[in-house]
């Protein structure tokens, strides 16, 4: 066999396809994320269509494609950080409690292939489920206001929070011996990384410096999560506010759900600056907190200056996911050749 | 085969393995015997390098196990004492996955489930749910898993633990053909009858230390001190006893259910001339035979010197 035959050689993933597949669960799991996604996609359009029964031209249309899609993304991110920790957090537990690891261990299969089969077998029921939504995105350009980009930004950053919370999953399954923490671990993990990033910008948010000439950004910390960077993306502009002293630490960006255009008789187009759920928001037109806003959907300042929000978070997380890679790859092996534990000395001989 | 030298294991405050050295050669099938919790399935997991020993070394055909579990692991077939089934999968497909995480090319595959299937008699189960066959089908299951890379070593923890009469001379059989196919075998076991008759080596290990290894008979002997006499007679038990008390050769008397036992040290013509003593004396001995020591004998000896 050559190397790369070699390394990609993994019979645990067609093992865990046959699994998985026959059982009733799968099916039965793709239905009902569909059905709450496509339920909660009907519904906001539903709202809207009745919110827009007596007026509508094409800038409302636009703004609802974004409220649509900024709804969905969000609880499509939402309905996986709650799924995918269930699939990879028993991974390895699982195998040990069901006394079949030994098994695997003293095959020729190194242990890092069982890790790694186990998280692409786990990533791939995931994809599958991101697939089988496009169809319901597909319902936001009726309404337009989003662009591919737009969309294929959001599907990245999606899959990349959902590949991260797979191998924090994995990594506590390795840790643990048992199911059940290892599970109660890998969804702390999940809540941690989207909703504990976010509370640190409100609890420590950047200060303003009055003389700088770039905009504030939140702390580099609530970049990990997939939250902030999916409603810029949403929105298509910046986040401002958040995570930033004397904010109103309002989490939706000064240009709320986008900007909304109308065009007069006269060919003069005029715009405005609302919030998601379609209203003019009050709050941030009257008020002016910072010397510099922040504007566009680049970072403006901080250790990512310049960067999109997608590209931190994607960065930031894919590091994240490497630690915990290799951390579950050092703790998996049977004999754990971790640096700090060394032979024990010998005996003395009674 | 095998060698292990000097192993020690200590879990926290506990010696779980205190020294224990022994041999296997090529083609043996080695017993090793022990009660509940001796070091048993500590040894096999060691050997089968998913434990490191806090000391010493154990080898198996020449490759280190601390060193070179790959090697290791390509020469030996393990079978641990506890282990689960994936669910949703048939008894040819377990196998084939198996025979997979081996590296065996996909062609022989389908042979080697096969061949395996029919070795343990699961040929007509082939395509059963292995979550749904009973405890003796899927202990088989495991014998063949075990054998899916062809190793020339076994190491079976407990293979008869739990397993019917019937099952377990299944077991045996099955054993016994691998034995002519030249594997070498090491069973653990805390049962002795199902040992004595298949294994050609023993090791007899309790709390961590081992007692006794070498050949069967070897054992036998070096643990059970003399050899015994069964002796029926007609009717004067009292009178007999009286004879063979006083003989110098004679260590133990005792009379269990209308026979005599004595432990003499000596050779058949030792016992012939106790037979005679006996006649000379007018007793009328209607049954005289050697017994042979056994195993059980052996390690309950080895075994309550601790006691």
Same mark, same amino acid.
């Given at each position: 066999?050559?190397?790369?035959?070699?390394?990609?050689?993994?019979?645990?993933?067609?093992?865990?396809?046959?699994?998985?597949?026959?059982?009733?669960?799968?099916?039965?799991?793709?239905?009902?994320?569909?059905?709450?996604?496509?339920?909660?996609?009907?519904?906001?359009?539903?709202?809207?269509?009745?919110?827009?029964?007596?007026?509508?031209?094409?800038?409302?249309?636009?703004?609802?494609?974004?409220?649509?899609?900024?709804?969905?993304?969000?609880?499509?991110?939402?309905?996986?950080?709650?799924?995918?920790?269930?699939?990879?957090?028993?991974?390895?537990?699982?195998?040990?409690?069901?006394?079949?690891?030994?098994?695997?261990?003293?095959?020729?299969?190194?242990?890092?292939?069982?890790?790694?089969?186990?998280?692409?077998?786990?990533?791939?029921?995931?994809?599958?489920?991101?697939?089988?939504?496009?169809?319901?995105?597909?319902?936001?350009?009726?309404?337009?206001?989003?662009?591919?980009?737009?969309?294929?930004?959001?599907?990245?950053?999606?899959?990349?929070?959902?590949?991260?919370?797979?191998?924090?999953?994995?990594?506590?399954?390795?840790?643990?011996?048992?199911?059940?923490?290892?599970?109660?671990?890998?969804?702390?993990?999940?809540?941690?990384?989207?909703?504990?990033?976010?509370?640190?910008?409100?609890?420590?948010?950047?200060?303003?410096?009055?003389?700088?000439?770039?905009?504030?950004?939140?702390?580099?910390?609530?970049?990990?999560?997939?939250?902030?960077?999916?409603?810029?993306?949403?929105?298509?502009?910046?986040?401002?506010?958040?995570?930033?002293?004397?904010?109103?630490?309002?989490? &939706?960006?000064?240009?709320?759900?986008?900007?909304?255009?109308?065009?007069?008789?006269?060919?003069?187009?005029?715009?405005?600056?609302?919030?998601?759920?379609?209203?003019?928001?009050?709050?941030?037109?009257?008020?002016?907190?910072?010397?510099?806003?922040?504007?566009?959907?680049?970072?403006?300042?901080?250790?990512?200056?310049?960067?999109? &929000?997608?590209?931190?978070?994607?960065?930031?997380?894919?590091?994240?996911?490497?630690?915990?890679?290799?951390?579950?790859?050092?703790?998996?092996?049977?004999?754990?050749?971790?640096?700090?534990?060394?032979?024990?000395?010998?005996?003395?001989?009674? | 085969?095998?060698?292990?030298?000097?192993?020690?294991?200590?879990?926290?405050?506990?010696?779980?393995?205190?020294?224990?050295?022994?041999?296997?050669?090529?083609?043996?099938?080695?017993?090793?015997?022990?009660?509940?919790?001796?070091?048993?399935?500590?040894?096999?997991?060691?050997?089968?390098?998913?434990?490191?020993?806090?000391?010493?070394?154990?080898?198996?055909?020449?490759?280190?196990?601390?060193?070179?579990?790959?090697?290791?692991?390509?020469?030996?077939?393990?079978?641990?004492?506890?282990?689960?089934? &994936?669910?949703?999968?048939?008894?040819?497909?377990?196998?084939?996955?198996?025979?997979?995480?081996?590296?065996?090319?996909?062609?022989?595959?389908?042979?080697?489930?096969?061949?395996?299937?029919?070795?343990?008699?699961?040929?007509?189960?082939?395509?059963?749910?292995?979550?749904?066959?009973?405890?003796?089908?899927?202990?088989?299951?495991?014998?063949?898993?075990?054998?899916?890379?062809?190793?020339?070593?076994?190491?079976?923890?407990?293979?008869?633990?739990?397993?019917?009469?019937?099952?377990?001379?299944?077991?045996?059989?099955?054993?016994?053909?691998?034995?002519?196919?030249?594997?070498?075998?090491?069973?653990?076991?805390?049962?002795?009858?199902?040992?004595?008759?298949?294994?050609?080596?023993?090791?007899?290990?309790?709390?961590?230390?081992?007692?006794?290894?070498?050949?069967?008979?070897?054992?036998?002997?070096?643990?059970?001190?003399?050899?015994?006499?069964?002796?029926?007679?007609?009717?004067?038990?009292?009178?007999?006893?009286?004879?063979?008390?006083?003989?110098?050769?004679?260590?133990?008397?005792?009379?269990?259910?209308?026979?005599?036992?004595?432990? &003499?040290?000596?050779?058949?013509?030792?016992?012939?001339?106790?037979?005679?003593?006996?006649?000379?004396?007018?007793?009328?001995?209607?049954?005289?035979?050697?017994?042979?020591?056994?195993?059980?004998?052996?390690?309950?000896?080895?075994?309550?010197?601790?006691?």
């Amino acid at each position: 066999m050559n190397p790369v035959a070699t390394a990609l050689w993994n019979p645990i993933v067609a093992k865990e396809y046959r699994s998985r597949m026959r059982t009733w669960r799968s099916p039965v799991a793709m239905t009902v994320y569909i059905l709450l996604l496509g339920g909660l996609g009907w519904a906001i359009f539903s709202s809207m269509t009745f919110a827009a029964r007596n007026s509508f031209n094409a800038g409302q249309a636009a703004n609802y494609g974004q409220g649509l899609f900024l709804y969905l993304v969000l609880f499509q991110m939402v309905l996986l950080a709650f799924i995918t920790p269930a699939l990879t957090a028993g991974a390895i537990s699982s195998e040990r409690e069901r006394q079949t690891i030994d098994l695997l261990f003293v095959t020729k299969l190194p242990s890092f292939s069982i890790l790694w089969g186990k998280l692409l077998a786990s990533m791939s029921f995931v994809l599958l489920l991101l697939l089988l939504s496009v169809p319901i995105f597909s319902l936001v350009f009726l309404f337009g206001g989003i662009e591919l980009d737009q969309l294929a930004a959001a599907f990245l950053v999606t899959a990349v929070s959902a590949l991260t919370l797979g191998i924090i999953g994995i990594a506590c399954s390795t840790a643990f011996r048992r199911t059940l923490p290892a599970t109660v671990s890998a969804y702390g993990a999940a809540f941690v990384l989207l909703a504990g990033s976010l509370l640190f910008g409100l609890l420590f948010p950047t200060d303003v410096d009055p003389n700088a000439t770039s905009a504030p950004a939140p702390p580099a910390v609530t970049y990990l999560s997939p939250i902030i960077p999916l409603i810029t993306i949403g929105t298509n502009g910046p986040i401002s506010n958040y995570g930033v002293r004397n904010g109103n630490n309002n989490i &939706y960006p000064t240009a709320g759900g986008g900007m909304a255009c109308s065009t007069t008789p006269g060919g003069v187009q005029s715009c405005y600056p609302i919030g998601p759920n379609g209203a003019v928001s009050k709050a941030i037109l009257g008020r002016s907190y910072n010397p510099v806003q922040a504007r566009g959907t680049t970072i403006p300042s901080g250790l990512f200056s310049g960067w999109q &929000y997608w590209q931190a978070t994607v960065t930031m997380q894919l590091v994240l996911s490497l630690i915990a890679l290799i951390a579950g790859a050092l703790l998996l092996s049977p004999i754990r050749h971790l640096p700090w534990r060394r032979r024990a000395a010998a005996p003395s001989t009674t | 085969m095998i060698a292990v030298e000097q192993l020690t294991k200590i879990y926290g405050r506990r010696t779980a393995l205190d020294a224990v050295s022994f041999e296997v050669p090529r083609g043996e099938i080695f017993g090793f015997v022990g009660p509940n919790g001796a070091g048993k399935t500590t040894t096999l997991r060691i050997l089968a390098a998913l434990m490191e020993p806090t000391t010493g070394r154990a080898f198996v055909d020449g490759a280190d196990v601390s060193r070179q579990p790959d090697r290791v692991h390509e020469r030996l077939g393990y079978m641990p004492d506890f282990f689960g089934v &994936y669910d949703q999968l048939t008894a040819a497909e377990y196998l084939d996955f198996y025979a997979a995480c081996y590296r065996q090319p996909k062609a022989r595959r389908k042979k080697i489930a096969d061949d395996l299937l029919e070795l343990v008699g699961l040929t007509d189960r082939r395509d059963q749910a292995v979550d749904t066959l009973s405890r003796g089908l899927k202990q088989r299951l495991c014998l063949a898993r075990a054998l899916v890379h062809d190793p020339a070593v076994l190491l079976l923890d407990e293979p008869a633990s739990g397993l019917d009469p019937r099952a377990r001379v299944e077991m045996r059989e099955i054993l016994k053909e691998l034995q002519k196919m030249g594997k070498t075998i090491v069973i653990s076991s805390h049962i002795l009858p199902e040992l004595t008759e298949l294994c050609t080596m023993v090791g007899i290990i309790d709390q961590g230390r081992m007692r006794a290894t070498g050949p069967v008979q070897d054992v036998i002997r070096q643990l059970t001190s003399g050899r015994r006499l069964r002796i029926t007679v007609l009717g004067q038990r009292e009178e007999a006893l009286a004879v063979l008390k006083p003989l110098p050769m004679i260590h133990a008397v005792s009379a269990l259910n209308g026979a005599i036992e004595a432990e &003499y040290e000596g050779d058949d013509a030792t016992a012939a001339a106790i037979l005679q003593t006996l006649t000379a004396g007018g007793i009328k001995v209607s049954g005289f035979s050697q017994l042979e020591g056994g195993l059980e004998d052996a390690f309950m000896r080895a075994t309550e010197d601790q006691q």
